[in-house]
């Protein structure tokens, strides 16, 4: 007992110096590469040019989304950054907020449910590199992150009479909440209404009933927002998709939500922890006890996993929604288990299984981030040889996934333009192509293609301006097909390799002069 005791005096240490630990990948890799992250830091760069500088390239190119989707909060926070900080420094900064916010933010929430509950909030480590963070959906880890804290707020002054701060404080929470994702919004809301009915066993209808117009108050903006999406959204943006019965399923034992690289490799060692959290939970309920919000966090839970299946992978807010619907299933689930009556040495095992388990997994992931961090910077320092104000096609034969947008860390540093920009395409971001600039309809399907057509002299000549560069990323050996055999033709009439650049995976060529 005076070893627990004295254990427990250290927790707190503990948590955050394997808090800390975890931050490591962060801090050794510059870039810290995930897969759509290039694209968020580009496109943060492009936003700060048309709200700071006057860019005449960015501006021919760009325009301000006109209508508010749910996908912001990452790009204006990383333009906002920009004006005193340089894009590595900016990259790493918002990767460890989500990180240190995250992990903290459960940890007090764990704490707003059971004052005992230190060691509980570790089973948040391995939910630190999920498989949406490690995609770069930076704009949902964001609010996945932050969720924590308005959830803390509501269930502390719930049961008092709101103030005008406090409620400005909750209208600006869950619009910080709505651009990061509409799930997190969602689930912010089913959270706090079911928070609210849990009351209702007390007969006090009228506190219930004053909780319930706060929340209609808090919630109108955002619905406002939703109905302005809704209605100048077009439906075939994204058409809704589900996946199999049998696919969910196993992405809910399968932990689906911790696998990023490899999922065959990967799976069997995050089933072992879904085994361990179904031993958790048949454990505590061996020891249930009475709680205020046990209730209440079972009937989350249940909805949640509920919504895995009711919810399409893919619809008007984007895809890959069902890993991210598991991810949150679990969340609530640990939730849960800390309002149950686990024994203090059960806490402390509990503890130092997650953390294990997380760093484990992270070790086992840190050599493959490190290929995609060394072959990122890459295209860093390609961007030094390329004359700010230039116009580059970047062309893309590599069969690895990973590399798709690895090319936007060109533009993070000054004024280039890329012509590969899916978010522009997608119009679920800030911003968005100006009408007829979008390169893909004069210029060719190099964006998606690893065969890409490219016709340089449409594009040039529709848009009235000349491109400087082209990019090849892992040139094919041979052309074969008309395709390359033809963007080939193209490059050697127009461009030549740039001088002093060897690096074969990904080569610079530059416009001929006077051509």
Known sequence: MFKIEKLNKKEPTLFYFFLLIHLLPVILLTPFVSLDGAAHL????????????????????FEFNPVPQPNWICQTLTALLLTFLPAWLVEKIIISLIILIGAIGFRLLTFEFNTKSGWMSWLYFPMIYNFAFS??????????????????????????????????????????LYFSHILIFLFAGLFMFIITMNDYRLNDKKKIWTQLKSLIIIFIPVLILSLWVIFFTSSNTNPTQYTTFIDRINNIISAGFLVFFDFNKDAPFTRAYFVTLIAITIWSLKNFSIHPYQKAMMMITISCFLLIFIIPDSLASGGIITVRIVQIFYLTWMIWLITLNIPRRGRVVIAFISVLFSLVLSVRNYSRRKDLSDFAITYMEAAKRIEKGSIVVPLNYDSNWLHNHLCDYMGVDKDIVVLKNYEAVSKSFPLVWKKGMDPELHLGDFPASKMPCITISNFEKYSGLKVNYITVQMKPELANDSCTKSTFQQLDSFFEPLTQWTNTDVRIYKRRINL
């Open 135 to 176: 995609l770069g959906f930076y704009n949902y880890a964001i609010g996945f992150s932050m969720i924590s804290f308005l959830l803390i707020f509501w269930i502390r002054n719930r049961n008092y009479n709101f103030n005008s701060t406090q409620f400005i404080f909750l209208i600006i929470g869950t619009i910080v």
């Open 42 to 61: 580009y496109n943060g760069r492009l936003l700060h040019s048309l709200f700071f500088e006057s860019s005449n390239i960015v501006n021919q190119f």
